[in-house]
């Protein structure tokens, strides 16, 4: 599935992103995929068989809300914004303030990147 970055998030050891895709009526489809294959480089190869996939795409959603309940499997509030899709900046900040401390939010507020 191809669609545009929602939110891209970095962490120590990987990325969690939401992506999103307009369909020809307008309407918004979304879908988280976590990305720990950095894990390649930091285990050795008998921790990594355990881990199964370190790829892994969620189920596709038709709503922002349900989208944040497929991020809030994780805590993503605390993870460093790389990147934000403009038209989902306020709803998103707005989430992060709801579930983040006050640095925190700080945080978001001077990392994020507008592209």
């Not at 460093?80 to 945080?107: D, N, Y």
């Amino acid at each position: 599935m191809t669609g545009e970055t929602i939110l891209a998030l970095g962490a120590e050891g990987g990325s969690l992103t939401l992506f999103g895709h307009r369909d020809a009526a307008g309407q918004w489809g979304f879908w988280t995929q976590t990305d720990e294959t950095t894990m390649n480089d930091l285990l050795d190869e008998e921790d990594l068989r355990g881990l199964g996939s370190l790829v892994s795409t969620s189920e596709s959603v038709s709503s922002l809300p349900e989208a944040f309940v497929l991020l809030d499997k994780y805590p993503w509030f605390r993870l460093m914004p790389l990147q934000i899709h403009p038209e989902f900046r306020l709803a998103i900040l707005s989430e992060v303030q709801k579930r983040g401390t006050p640095e925190e939010v700080a945080s978001w507020n001077s990392h994020v990147c507008f592209g």
